[in-house]
């Protein structure tokens, strides 16, 4: 047996079969049955990681990373191609990694970090001073998601925004549409270098020739492109700019479904019409793009209407919108009485609506409102002022007679001591 055992080889690092050992050109075609993101973390894959570390990547690929990259375009990088569990879990390293090795500086037009909640921004450096990228989404979000409440992110404005300005300095700069965070929006107080880019984006866009993809005329007259988290009259999807002119935002043509551009009251992304068809709420006019979902229709006119006009009464159960039928909502804190006006009846529980001072409270609430000095109007509930005053007055007296009482008390308990004082001095 010992002899047997003897002549066994020992298996070496040179009989271990490894993927790399494939053709190269075999790896070329598994990859191209991958998302473009994930090819290029491939080919990341392949060459060694401290080769990562150089600004000046591309000749220093291995062959079979190169042979990957050079078999794709690499104009558009989205990052919802791959799976959220990959993508939550890429690092700045990753990111960088990517595009270094796409060599992005030169060739990426539009990238999409969304799921990339694990990234602060440094991985965006290799973009410095693009003057071909076109468009970046970084609200994490992906298509048809809900933007609120924000994804959980860690870019920090501090680290992105110094990159951006780098991008929107050239002349020849490209950037038509920038997708930020919810979050950033929300708070009033800016750091400084986000605010300086805003500067000169808008500035970038006064100073560009800009033509609407509608009527091929100069766009004027536009003094703020950056609105909100992202870009005012630009598609998020064809990235095509739009005049006010051609942008036909009147009631008639929304409803009629004519040409305009809206941003969709779900994902918050702008596009136009031609792009992604929608639609609107015959009450507002929000819009809502149909990946993600239709509008409510109301039980009254089976008009298409937005979650926000529709309301629901308690009393018939009937969903209409507020231009059929007006709803009443009592307006006291945690109260969530509510009505539509044909099920008001005059009870105690019902809400009134008070044509003076446009307030709308239940009794409950609205005795609340009095007894806080937070309704001053007569014309609410006139029968409930003064019963409310007089009860003020009468709990008033009761205090003043509640210390009156204690004073007696006290008083009676120095006339008894007293009384013994004196009982003692005439013994």
């Known amino acids: ?108 037009k539009r990238l999409k970090l969304c799921g990339c909640i694990n990234i602060t921004g440094t991985g965006l450096y290799p973009l410095r001073g693009s003057v071909v990228l076109e468009q970046i989404d970084l609200s994490l979000v992906r298509k048809n998601e809900h933007p609120y409440p924000a994804p959980e992110s860690k870019i920090s404005e501090e680290v992105v925004a110094p990159i951006l300005v780098s991008i929107v300095s050239p002349d020849s700069c490209s950037l038509k549409h920038i997708q930020f965070p919810t979050n950033w929006t929300r708070e009033w107080d800016r750091p400084y270098h986000l605010r300086d880019f805003k500067r000169r984006y808008n500035e ?33 999807d064809c990235l095509a700019p739009i005049c006010s002119d051609c942008n036909d ?43 993600c979902g239709e509008m409510e229709l109301c039980d009254e006119c089976e008009d298409a209407t937005c979650e926000n006009c529709l309301n629901t009464c308690g009393g018939c159960n009937r969903t209409r919108c507020e231009y059929c039928v007006p709803y009443r909502q009592c307006q006291g804190d945690n109260c969530g009485k509510g009505h539509c006006a044909d099920c008001y009846n005059g009870k105690e529980y019902d809400v009134k609506a008070c044509e003076e001072c446009n307030s709308t409270f239940c009794t409950d609430c609205n005795l609340d409102e009095i007894k806080k000095l937070g309704i001053e109007c007569r014309d609410c509930a006139p029968d409930t002022v003064p019963l409310t005053l007089m009860l003020d007055e009468i709990a008033k007296q009761k205090e003043e007679n509640s210390k009156l009482r204690k004073e007696n008390e006290e008083m009676a308990k120095e006339n008894e001591e007293l009384r013994k004082k004196l009982k003692h001095i005439s013994l």
């Open 249 to 291: 935002y009147s009631r008639e043509n929304v409803l009629n479904g004519g040409f305009c551009i809206q941003s969709c009251n779900t994902c918050d992304r702008t596009y136009c019409t031609d792009c992604v068809k929608s639609t609107s709420c015959t009450n507002c006019l929000d819009m809502k793009c149909k990946g």
């Open 204 to 236: 970038q866009f006064s100073t560009r020739v800009m033509i609407c993809s509608k009527c091929n005329e100069d766009i004027q007259g536009i003094g703020d492109w950056m609105c909100s988290n992202h870009n005012r009259e630009i598609c998020y």
């Open 1 to 108: 047996m010992a002899s047997n055992s003897n002549n066994k080889r020992r298996r070496t690092a040179a009989d271990t079969l490894h993927f790399s050992n494939l053709p190269v050109g075999f790896i070329v075609d598994i990859a191209a049955y991958l998302s473009k993101p994930s090819r290029a973390i491939l080919a990341v894959a392949f060459t060694s990681s401290s080769s990562w570390q150089n600004d000046n990547l591309m000749h220093r690929l291995s062959p079979i990373s190169t042979a990957i990259i050079s078999a794709s375009r690499w104009d558009i990088l989205d990052f919802e191609e791959v799976e959220r569990v990959l993508a939550n879990k890429l690092t700045d390293n990753d990111i960088s990694a990517v595009l270094k090795s796409i060599n992005a500086q030169d060739v990426l």
